[in-house]
């Protein structure tokens, strides 16, 4: 066994098949085998945001769609989670933005908006409607 930074050079074999366990192509991570839809986010005043928490897989493409009904003025802020990923694009009424980052999205009238993005780093977010302590106003995000 050859001996690489004082690495065994097995050990780093054993690991190098979990790393590479995906041959998307080309388009390498934004490969169209390696995208996924998320449930709905539902921005309306005073109702839960999503059923259930969102569990992410680090290294896939995500779509998410959110919607508000317009019912109030509403916001969805999660610094930590758009800093945890790389916001492809995001499409609002067929315009597309392809912004460096995200701190938080807003909905003055009702409308749809979807983010395509990238999860990266695992670990636990949120994304809530800012100033709210309710439990139906967030949802629970976790990237492994």
């Known amino acids: 066994m050859k001996k690489l930074f004082g690495l065994s050079v097995a050990l780093c074999m054993l690991a190098a098949p979990a790393a590479i366990a995906h041959d998307f192509g080309f388009a390498g991570i934004l490969d169209k085998s390696n995208r996924e839809e998320l449930p709905e986010l539902i921005l309306s005043s005073g109702k839960p945001i999503a059923d259930a928490p969102l569990i992410l897989k680090s290294g896939t493409m995500y779509e998410m769609e959110i919607v508000s009904d317009g019912s109030a003025e509403l916001a969805l802020e999660g610094p930590g989670f758009f800093r945890a990923i790389w916001v492809n694009e995001v499409v609002i009424n067929g315009l597309e933005v392809r912004p460096f980052g995200l701190e938080s999205v807003?909905?003055?009238?009702?409308?749809?908006?979807?983010?395509?993005?990238?999860?990266?780093?695992?670990?636990?977010?949120?994304?809530?409607?800012?100033?709210?302590?309710?439990?139906?106003?967030?949802?629970?995000?976790?990237?492994?």
Do not use: C, H, W
Request: hydrophobic share 30%.
């Open 106 to 144: 807003e909905f003055d009238d009702e409308g749809t908006m979807e983010i395509e993005f990238l999860a990266i780093k695992p670990g636990r977010y949120f994304l809530r409607q800012p100033g709210s302590t309710g439990e139906n106003q967030r949802v629970e995000i976790t990237i492994q």
